[in-house]
């Protein structure tokens, strides 16, 4: 028997304050000087994605948009570069968010493992375009990092959400 990480557990929904404060201490973790180490991943990047796939109709491209510029003018990178990764995870993530959402945790950072490939690569070739140099294969290593930081992070993410266990004898749900 394979042990399965899926939950029959009924979530609350989900509070704007928290989804806007997570938001935010992931650009604030973006912002520390250990960002640019290599293998730390991109903070945004993962819970843009996050939200996108779990809460689609709260956090899409708009709020990418806004935190990739963010990031842009933080950096001093290449105006649009996080703006434009951002904005199409945020789409893709939104688009394939039901499917995402079948998988159990696991398979669900291998979905998501891509996705985060794909932002970093765009933000990478838009770098190299504008005339940066390469900044090594240690900045590829960051999504990686991400896809394994899923599971707990998805814990930590839904952890306000979710309710007591409280048995009522009464009642079979």
Known sequence: MQPTFSSSRILLPVRPWFIVCSLLLALLANLLPTAHWPGIPDWVALVVCFWCIR??????????FLLGLAMDVADGAVLGQHCFAYVLLAYTAAALSRRILWFPLAQQALQVLPLLIGSQLLQLLMRLVAGADFPGWGYLIGPFIGA????????LLLLPQYQPVERDENRPL
Request: charged share 15%; glycine share 16%.
């Open 55 to 64: 809460e689609p109709r709260r956090v899409g491209m708009g709020w990418a």
């Open 148 to 155: 394994l930081l899923w599971i707990p992070g998805t814990f």
